[in-house]
C-alpha cells in the first residue's frame, strides 16, 4: 500500500544552524499534510501543516514546502536550539469524510551545542 | 477546549494475561478516533480507526481488537498478550478532514 517515507533516520546540526527535514509520500489522494515533533516518552505534538493548494506556509521559526509534483513535503527549522532536539513525522490525510491519519517513518533531529 | 485523556500511563503485564486501554475525548463531538502503536525507536504504525459509534477499521492483522461504545471513548484490547504486543500506544483524535490529530500521552506497555 502507499505509506509516507523519510529519507534520513537521522540528522545532527550544530546549534545556531538551520536544519530541513524532509519527507517523501506516494499517495497523490492526500491533501493535507502535518509535521509533529515527538519528545522521549510523549506523544507527538503539532507543529505547522499545510494543506495540498499551498506550497509553503510558515510559522514561528519552522516554514514547510510542499512540492506536489514530486510529492515531496519539507520542514525547515530556523536557528535551531537544543530544544529542537526530538523526532519529526511527517504525517498525511486522505481526502474524504473517512479519512485517516498516516504517519512517516520518523527522522532524529540532534543539536550539538 | 478539547482535551484527550488516555490511562494507564504504565503498564507491566504477563503473557497471556487481557488488556484493556481506555481513551476519552472532551470537549468535541462526533470526533475521529485512533490507536497507534509504535515500538521502540521506530514510527507510528496505525491499528485502528473509527469515524463513530460501533465503526472501527482495522489497518493490521493482530492480537488486539478494537471498540468504541461511546461517542468519546475509545478502547483498545487483547484477550491475551503477546510479548509482540509491547510498545508506547498512543490514542489521537481529529475533528474532520483538513485537521491536525490531537493525541494523548501514551501508554508504555510491557509484557513480561
Known amino acids: 500500500g502507499e505509506s509516507v517515507g523519510l529519507h534520513l533516520p537521522t540528522l545532527s546540526v550544530q546549534e545556531g544552524d538551520n536544519s530541513i527535514i524532509n519527507c517523501a509520500y506516494s499517495?497523490?489522494?492526500?491533501?493535507?499534510f502535518i509535521w509533529y515533533k515527538q519528545e522521549s516518552g510523549k506523544g507527538p505534538q503539532f507543529i505547522i501543516d499545510?494543506?495540498?493548494?499551498?506550497d509553503k506556509r510558515q510559522g514561528q521559526r519552522v516554514t514547510v514546502l510542499l512540492n506536489k509534483t514530486v510529492k515531496h513535503l519539507s520542514l525547515q527549522i530556523a536557528a535551531t536550539q537544543p530544544g529542537d532536539s526530538a523526532v519529526y513525522f511527517c504525517?498525511?490525510?486522505?481526502?474524504?469524510?473517512?479519512?485517516?491519519?498516516?504517519f512517516g517513518k520518523g527522522i532524529t533531529l540532534s543539536v550539538r551545542p | 477546549s478539547q482535551t484527550i485523556h488516555q490511562w494507564p500511563a504504565t503498564l507491566v503485564q504477563p503473557v497471556g494475561s487481557p488488556l484493556s486501554l481506555e481513551c476519552t475525548v472532551e470537549?468535541?463531538?462526533?470526533?475521529?478516533l485512533y490507536w497507534y502503536r509504535q515500538a521502540a525507536g521506530r514510527g507510528l504504525q496505525l491499528l485502528f480507526y473509527?469515524?463513530?459509534?460501533?465503526?472501527i477499521s482495522s489497518e493490521v492483522p493482530q492480537n488486539l481488537s478494537a471498540s468504541r461504545p461511546q461517542d468519546r471513548q475509545f478502547i483498545l484490547s487483547s484477550k491475551k498478550l503477546l510479548l509482540s504486543d509491547s510498545g508506547f500506544y498512543l490514542c489521537?483524535?481529529?475533528?474532520?478532514?483538513?485537521?491536525?490529530?490531537?493525541f494523548g500521552q501514551g501508554t508504555r506497555l510491557t509484557v513480561v
Open positions: 489521537a483524535w481529529t475533528g474532520g478532514t483538513d485537521t491536525e490529530a490531537f
Open positions: 499517495n497523490s489522494a492526500s491533501d493535507y
Open positions: 499545510i494543506r495540498s493548494n499551498m
Open positions: 504525517a498525511e490525510k486522505t481526502i474524504g469524510a473517512n479519512s485517516k491519519l498516516t
Open positions: 470537549g468535541t463531538s462526533n470526533p475521529n
Open positions: 473509527s469515524v463513530g459509534i460501533g465503526q
